[in-house]
């Protein structure tokens, strides 16, 4: 079956622009999580939710960073006025439920700001 | 708060000899275990997890990793390491504070020599 994809792969814009970044989770997959992957580095919980709603969005960095996933399937991660400390992979990943269910990952975004 | 730690930044090993890839973790309460590993040019995949029960859990490829509470320690084991295991390796702990975040350690890249 079709796994979790996300789009675009890659992604330049400059800095001080707004970016979408989409995830289109594995069907009937109820929790959905957004990681950032910098060089070197483990993912980097952002944000989950669990259905429509935003369980956890501990991990945000600042308010220039949202997430949605109005109606549960799909979610976009909204980065406004981007910096360049911003780039890095976005991945997403979803789980049949949250809690101990493993996590199936995307092949994620690639998001470069000059 | 919690913490994940892999204490090498990469492993070594000749082919048909046993792997070990270390991951100690730092949360309150009873945590959720899991092991990653990523492919190049591909996404996290899911390997194995701890919830309760037997400290030893199998998982995909052969690989299995051992639960130890004193040592707050879930280490990777495989019996005899194939040149196709080199990748890198991710540990990550998910604890119930209210939502399912997850920690994941900085990663181990294996390195199988023929």
């Known amino acids: 079956g079709a796994g979790v994809s996300q789009t675009p792969s890659n992604k330049v814009t400059e800095k001080g622009k707004y970016v979408e970044l989409r995830c289109d989770p594995i069907?009937?997959?109820?929790?959905l999580y957004w990681y950032r992957q910098s060089l070197g580095q483990g993912p980097e919980f952002l944000i989950y939710?669990?259905?429509?709603?935003?369980?956890?969005d501990s991990g945000l960095p600042n308010d220039r960073f949202f997430a949605v996933r109005p109606e549960g399937s799909v979610s976009t991660l909204k980065i406004q006025r981007t910096e360049r400390g911003d780039s890095a992979v976005y991945l997403c990943a979803s789980s049949l439920l949250a809690g101990d269910n493993e996590q199936f990952f995307g092949p994620g975004t690639r998001l470069t700001v000059l | 708060a919690q913490s994940v730690a892999q204490p090498e930044d990469q492993v070594n090993v000749a082919e048909g000899n046993p792997l070990t890839v270390k991951c100690t973790y730092s949360?309150?309460?009873?945590?959720?275990l899991f092991w990653y590993v990523q492919y190049p040019n591909r996404g996290l995949q899911f390997l194995l997890k701890y919830i309760t029960g037997d400290n030893l859990v199998k998982g995909s490829y052969g690989f299995e990793a051992e639960f130890n509470k004193s040592q707050t320690s879930f280490h990777l084991k495989k019996p005899s390491a194939l040149v196709s295991d080199s990748a890198l390796y991710f540990c990550?702990?998910?604890?119930?504070?209210?939502?399912?975040?997850?920690?994941f350690g900085a990663g181990t890249r294996l390195f199988v020599k023929a």
């Open positions: 949360v309150s309460g009873n945590p959720y």
């Open positions: 069907s009937g997959h109820t929790a």
């Open positions: 939710f669990q259905g429509t709603g935003a369980a956890d």
């Open positions: 990550a702990v998910r604890h119930y504070t209210g939502g399912f975040k997850t920690i």
